[in-house]
């Protein structure tokens, strides 16, 4: 055999333009090189022009009074600019929440008339989502803020139920439920009573497995709660010195020296990278020593060390602000964080306000102290309600739709009755289906609450639009909304992944 | 006899013959798993050589190493006299010398029959579209199937469809085809009709290299036959000495399963 | 089935896939007291329920009639400014362009109808219980709306003391909508009698096909235009505003273009057909395909905005260099096909693609003048050198490469000079077009750009190269983590300020990148799905046949994702239409734009918002309705569905 094989052992490397691994590798350089080359450029030229047109681009506009109103949110007349743009979040945040669970609720049960097998409520539901899906959603919202504009003035006596419940071409108003000083402390007490709850809940379910007697473990962890709810009512005072932790935390964190934490930063940066390598080469481990490394995998290293050691002459050299940053406002939500929990704050939790219609000038108008919502808050709220139910409802119907007839007829083969066969048997199945689009329409509609600049409720779309129409500054405004909707991006696929994993762990 | 002699007696109908395919020390790895280890072999030109062993044993692995569809990271190996390294240039030149025919088929089930055929001979060796399908509907001609050139894959049988793949690769002139068990996913009935035209393609005088079950025909057309298990190549041998009488345990043990 | 004799190959692949699938089967029809027993009545909860849904549906509908036909209605403000809607501003004077253009889709329409068609049939008993439930739903419309004020002799509604107003009895609004009576009366006794006519098995299965469905319908609707009178309305150039003049009918105006529109339409469709089963079919797909390429470019620039060609120019500049452009890369590119041509053509290639990068870097600096029209030129060329290699071979292919080259050419060159010249149309708005025209052009515009952008998201979405993965992803993500309002304020805003000094956008040029980026993003999520449908075995069948990567990716690995992803793409185009909507917000004259702000500001209809609203919702609808249900019907003859 050994006769046979070829004399050449020894590799030759052909060259460089031919050789896969770096034609590969080259290319893939060339074009980061270029990407970010191209935004280098654009971000210079933006720059430049900026400067040209004496609008430079930085955050100040924050922390100085905008001069503006808001139509709608906790603090109509914010005294910063990153109070009002704040306002402006917590007010999409409030549409996108309540927008979603009433959304969900409506498409659920659309989606499930749709599969009926009563022909009227089946037409009904495919009215319902296709007029619905097929008119663009800024379309709605106008048509119904031109709807609501046209109801009746708000006068002193409007109805229907005075002094609780108004509604009128201003709005709605109706009593609010707000925190009140005590608030953070009783938090406290409740966070103490839902651990409390949840080792009952495992004792109870461990209980229940073996004498097999029915112990309720969620009811009691449930009642549990509420037990420490209401002591916490009374007791939650004691828990005020929280607030001094949080007021020593903060003059710790501000004594950090900076010089050290920039180098933390950096040290981290090539420690990652370090890291990555060392993972990287032990996954390449055999039993029989290490494997051989693909040029790939020379390069992939290469790239983790060069990117590694960029980093921390990044942190090092180019922005050593960072660290001062970092430690100020570290120490400033330390700070917040211990007024919040102050010693000393003893009133009660949660307070209500209930409405009232006050009249400073000509015009009578809803005063501060009931729960309003504008028209633009009611025209934005049922435009994206409905539109996205119509959505919704189609995700569950193609859910159940995908759960095949055989699974129904198994279970009840296996003598389950139908309420079970549902819970334990479709339903895990049909929601591992339906979760990942569900996701993508919670994101969809948070995104498009942002209609709301063409009906004037003031959530962070129309309040930027406001802010850099006053102070110019465009880009910081808009990287700010950026940032924030890639936060909810972010925290909706977190929340949607997570149950999706334990989807499968029920499913199992 | 061991596994030098039956190289021999093989190598005495073929002694006058080049080298076609030569694999030296062979490595190949999965992350931390070793799918082959240190692969030695050599085909002549015109062999058949017939590949076998348990599941597992990284026949597919290897088959796939020699064009480059997987990449093997120890060892060489030469094809044609061309060396399998990351030159692009040689792995053009071998993709197009060295015809391959799957399990599955993997025919192209947007494209019509004639156009899988003449796919590759139109877009890689340039050749004019009515030279090319000339020749696609004389090798049509030849699987048994002139009449289904027209036709989508999805609407032939599993043997149909593999006879089809066949044309396609004999379709680039290959001077290497390569089996990975063609007839596996087949009904019985139909691997008849596939070992036919793959028998008669051997008669041919092309080089052949078949991962396959099919013992019978490992019999009746193969030069050798070689008998992996565990990434390495175990025994080597006529199909007269394979069946016969077996050297390695693991050889007889695999053996007694499968007849 | 109707044409089921004509067999072209796509059709054979679509029942390929449609094997072992048959048409989908009739319910059995049951006798009316059986069928409401067995849908609505089956049980104590279902009856229920059937009664809540119905005073629910009744409730509605009286809630919508009322509000339609309400005496505050102000439907004069729709029928005085559809013109306005349509098109904005456009001079009336010139609107023969508008119907030229309009005529040239509709014609390329039918000739695609034509050629594609295979519709299918509907059977005669499916029409009849359409037209039973409109006739059925149209007496219930009749019957809900509550009964008209009644106007005293100056015209005025009357108030009764309490300040309600005075309403006509039950029974003399029933009398008043005798007509609706009868229309009502009418359908469901055509509807019965069709469908006692094809009820016995024999004939139960009958079918007309759906394009004559298609064509009755339309030509009924167009007859309508001749005989009711639709409303009227004038716009009044000197004090530039609309208003209501009697006489002069929306169906006066528009019933001659509507009737060649439709002439215009079966013609082509004719042609289309008898194309169909010719030997040119291959020819006339082709073009009517690049037709709907270029047409939406050409209408828009050339037919509508009418350029004052300067003859002088063209033939010392334009021409020349078209010429030069179209003969010297066309001999450049037939010797780059040469079978003997090696390493060179890739060098060519390459200097040719670096030198036009090049050409486009020194334009943002300004380091040396060069016609636009070159520098697009020198880039086409170099891309058509890059795809060179694979011409090699017969004369027939490389003639193909350059007569291609020679096409492109021609018409870009005929572009770039008809939209640098200026128009002879004077606009009485800053913006050339506005209302529909708009919004269609807008997404038409973004559905061809961001779609080649998207497809190649995708595959760098789902490619070996690391990094390019990594910047597709970042890419798609980060911008499908924001809302399209956000990407069209930042566009339009902030693009000027990208721009080096000298370099200008127009705001709707802006507007459209912005908007195309975006739509790119998503579409590349559609692409994606299908491409990760392909199995491996493709790829590697395609590698073991020796296939280049371009070749595999073209010939054997996008045909098949784009055909999986065909329902996808569908569902963005629809929300691409309909997210057009928002130019409406960031300051251009969509329809919408016109329908919410435009009219409203009129003097003679002061605040009248939601009529026009409730149109732009119809239209809208109408529009997305008809893409998505011809998209189920195309998803269940390619099969798509079964998946
Ligand atoms: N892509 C892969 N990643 C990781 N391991 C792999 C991969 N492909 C194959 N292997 C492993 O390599 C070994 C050899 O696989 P191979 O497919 O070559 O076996 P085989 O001899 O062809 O078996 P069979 O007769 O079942 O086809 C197997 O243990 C398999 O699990
Ligand atoms: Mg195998």
């Known amino acids: 055999m050994a006769s046979t094989a070829p004399a050449s052992t020894h590799h030759e490397r052909p060259p460089l333009y031919r050789d896969v691994t770096v034609v590969k590798w080259v290319v893939q350089i060339i074009a980061l090189l270029l990407t970010l ?137 109706m009593p609010r439920v707000h925190i009140a000083d005590g608030f953070y402390q009783w938090m406290i007490v409740i966070g103490i009573g839902l651990f409390a709850a ?86 390449r481990r055999t039993p029989a020593g290490l494997a051989k490394l693909t040029d790939d995998d ?18 090092l050299v180019l922005w050593p602000g960072l660290s001062s940053w970092m430690i100020n406002s570290g120490s400033d939500l330390f700070e917040v964080l211990g007024n919040k929990f102050g010693n000393g704050r003893s009133g009660r939790p949660v307070d209500v306000a209930l409405p009232d219609i006050v009249q400073v000038g000509k015009f009578p108008n809803y005063g501060p102290s009931g729960l309003n919502f504008s028209i633009g808050f009611a025209a934005v709220f049922f435009g994206v309600v409905f539109y996205t139910s119509a959505f ?70 129309q309040v930027g639009q406001t802010v850099y129409n006053q102070t110019g500054k465009t880009l910081p405004v808009v990287s700010i909304w950026m940032f924030f909707y890639l936060s909810c991006s972010l925290s909706i696929s977190v929340i949607v992944n997570f149950f999706n994993v334990r989807m499968r762990i029920v499913e199992r | 006899m061991s596994i030098d002699d039956a190289t021999t007696a093989a190598n005495d109908r073929l002694a006058d013959r080049d080298d076609m395919i030569v694999c030296v020390d062979v490595d190949k790895f999965y992350g931390d798993f070793q799918a082959l280890k240190g692969v030695t072999a050599t085909i002549k030109e015109g062999e058949v050589a017939v590949v076998c062993g348990p599941s597992g044993s990284g026949k597919s692995t290897w088959i796939r190493c020699i064009n480059r569809l997987e990449v093997h990271q120890g060892g060489d190996i030469v094809v044609d006299g061309i060396e399998l390294t990351n030159d692009l240039r040689n792995i053009e030149k071998i993709r197009s010398e060295v015809g391959m025919v799957f399990q599955q088929f993997n025919l192209f089930p947007h494209l019509t029959v004639l156009d899988n055929i003449t796919l590759a001979p139109i877009w890689v060796r340039k050749k004019p579209r009515a030279e090319a399908e000339g020749m696609a509907r004389a090798l049509l001609d030849r699987v048994g199937i002139p009449e289904q050139a027209e036709k989508f894959p999805g609407q032939l049988s599993g043997g149909q469809q593999q006879r089809v793949a066949i044309a396609r690769s004999l379709a680039m002139e290959p001077r290497v085809m390569l089996f990975d068990e063609p007839t596996s996913a087949l009904d019985p009935e139909m691997i008849k009709e596939v070992l036919d035209v793959m028998k008669e393609l051997a008669r041919s005088g092309i080089t052949m290299m078949v991962v396959t079950h099919e013992m019978g025909f490992a019999r009746e057309v193969a030069d050798r036959i070689m008998f992996m298990e565990g990434g390495e190549i175990v025994e080597v041998g006529t199909p007269e000495h394979f069946f016969t009488n077996p050297t390695e345990d693991r050889t007889k043990l695999f053996l007694s399963q499968i007849l | 089935m109707q044409d089921a004799n004509q067999v072209s190959a796509s059709e054979e692949f679509q029942r390929g896939l449609e094997e072992g699938q048959g048409s989908p089967h009739e319910a059995p029809s049951l006798p009316v007291g059986q069928w409401l027993r067995k849908n609505l009545f089956s049980n104590w909860a279902n009856g229920i329920l059937t009664l809540l849904g119905a005073l629910a549906a009744v409730v509605a509908l009286r809630g919508v009639l009322n509000f339609v036909f309400s005496e505050n209605r102000q439907w004069d403000a729709v029928r005085t400014n559809l013109r306005a809607l349509m098109t904005l501003s456009y001079p009336e004077s ?191 797909k082709g073009s009517s395909n690049v037709l709907w390429l270029i047409s939406p470019l050409t209408l828009f620039w050339v037919v509508l905005r009418d350029p004052a060609l300067d003859y002088g120019h063209v033939i010392s500049t334009d021409l020349p260099m078209g010429l030069a452009f179209g003969l010297l890369g066309g001999a450049l590119l037939w010797g780059l096909t040469r079978s003997d041509i090696g390493e060179a053509g890739r060098i060519t290639a390459t200097v040719l693609l670096v030198f036009a990068v090049f050409n486009w870097v020194a334009a943002f600096f300004g380091w040396y003048p060069m016609l636009q029209k070159a520098r697009i030129s020198f880039l086409l060329l170099a891309l058509a050198a890059l795809l060179a290699p694979n011409f090699i071979g017969e004369v027939a292919k490389r003639r193909q490469l350059v007569l291609g080259w020679v096409g492109v050419t021609a018409l870009v060159h005929y572009l770039a000079t008809m939209i640098n010249t200026p128009s002879t149309v004077e606009l009485q708005s800053t913006e050339f077009l506005g209302g529909l025209g708009l919004t269609l052009f807008v997404a038409l515009i973004v559905v061809l750009l961001s779609f080649p952008l998207g497809v190649l998201l995708a595959l760098g979405r789902t490619s070996k190269f690391p990094i390019f993965r990594m910047l597709s992803t970042s890419y798609i993500e980060v911008i499908r983590g924001v809302p399209l309002i956000s990407v069209l304020i930042f566009f339009s805003v902030m693009v000027p300020l990208f721009l080096p000094d000298g370099m200008e956008l127009a705001e709707l040029a802006a507007v459209l ?131």
């Open chain 1, 37 to 173: 080359g191209a935004l280098w450029f654009l971000a210079n030229q933006a720059g430049d022009n900026l400067k040209a047109s004496n609008v430079p681009t930085d955050y100040d506009f924050l922390s100085v009074n905008p001069g503006i109103d808001l139509s709608s949110g906790i603090d109509t007349d914010p005294d910063t600019g990153g109070r009002a743009l704040w306002v402006g979040m917590v007010n999409t945040l409030r549409m996108a929440i309540a927008g979603i669970l009433v959304a969900t609720v409506i498409g659920v049960l659309i989606g499930l008339s749709r599969l009926s097998n009563n022909w009227l409520l089946k037409k009904l539901g495919t009215v319902f989502v296709e007029t619905l899906r097929n008119v663009p959603l800024l379309v709605q919202i106008l048509f119904y803020g031109a709807v609501f504009a046209s109801l009746d003035r708000v006068s002193l006596d409007v109805g229907p139920v005075n002094g609780w419940f108004h509604v009128s071409n201003k709005g709605l108003s």
């Open chain 1, 198 to 283: 949840n080792l009952l809940r495992k004792r109870r379910i461990a209980q229940q497995d073996l004498s097999g007697e029915e112990t309720y473990p969620i009811l009691s962890a449930f009642g549990l709660v509420v037990i420490f709810g209401a002591l916490g009512w009374f007791i939650h005072p004691i828990f005020g010195f929280v607030g001094n932790i949080f007021d020593g935390l903060s003059s710790v964190v501000s004594a950090v020296p900076e010089g050290a934490l920039q180098i933390l930063v950096a040290l981290l940066s090539v420690g990652t990278s370090v890291y990555w390598i060392r993972g990287f080469l032990n996954s």
């Open chain 1, 298 to 315: 020379y390069f992939r290293m290469i790239f983790a060390g060069v990117g590694g050691v960029l980093g921390a002459v990044f942190f």
């Open chain 1, 392 to 461: 919704i409802a189609e995700i569950v119907r193609g859910g159940i739709l995908a759960v095949p007839k055989g699974q129904t007829e198994a279970a009840a083969a296996l003598g389950l009755r139908r309420s079970t066969a549902l819970r334990r048997v479709i339903i895990p199945q049909a929601a591992r289906v339906m979760l990942p689009p569900l996701g993508n329409q919670y994101l969809n509609l948070t995104k498009n609450t942002s209609l709301a600049i063409a009906v004037g409720y003031s959530d962070i779309v």
């Open chain 3, 94 to 284: 010139q609107y023969i362009r508008v119907w030229v253009a309009l005529g040239f889709v509709v014609g390329l329409a039918g000739l695609s109808a034509g050629i594609w068609a295979n519709w299918g049939g509907v059977s005669v008993r499916r029409i009849s219980t359409w037209l039973m439930g409109t006739g059925a739903l149209l007496a219930l419309c009749v019957i809900v709306r509550e009964p008209s004020v009644i106007l005293g002799s100056d015209g005025k509604v009357i108030r009764t003391v309490d300040g309600s107003l005075r309403r006509e009895s039950f029974m003399d609004a029933m009398a008043d909508r005798s007509t609706w009576w009868l229309a009502a009366v009418l359908l469901l006794a055509v509807g019965a009698a069709l469908w006692s006519r094809f009820s016995d098995p024999a004939r139960r299965r009958i079918e007309v096909s759906v394009t004559s469905v298609v064509f009755v319908g339309l030509g009924l609707a167009i007859l309508s235009l001749w005989i009711a009178p639709y409303g009227h309305y004038a716009y009044i150039s000197a004090t530039k505003s609309y208003v209501a003049e009697s006489g002069r009918t929306v169906a006066f105006s528009t019933k001659m273009p509507w009737t060649v529109m439709l002439i215009l339409l079966s013609g082509f469709f004719f042609v289309g057909r008898f194309f169909q089963r010719g030997r040119y079919l291959g020819l006339v």
């Open chain 3, 513 to 643: 990148t912005g908007y195309t980026l975006f739509s790119a993003a998503y579409l590349a999520e559609n692409v994606r799905g299908g491409l990760q449908s392909i199995t491996k075995g493709q790829y590697e069948a395609a590698d073991a046949i020796g296939l280049t990567s371009a070749q595999r990716t073209g010939f054997i690995v996008l045909p098949q994702a784009l055909t999986v992803s065909i329902p996808q793409l569908v569902g963005q185009v629809i929300s691409t239409f309909k997210e057009t909507s928002l130019l409406a917000i960031i300051g251009l004259f969509d329809f919408l734009r016109v329908a919410n702000s435009v009219i409203p500001a009129q003097s003679e209809f002061m605040g009248v918002k939601r009529e026009g609203i409730l149109l732009v919702a119809m239209i809208y609808f109408f529009f997305n309705f008809t893409i998505s249900k011809y998209s189920q019907r195309l998803e269940r003859r390619v099969g798509l569905g079964e998946r």
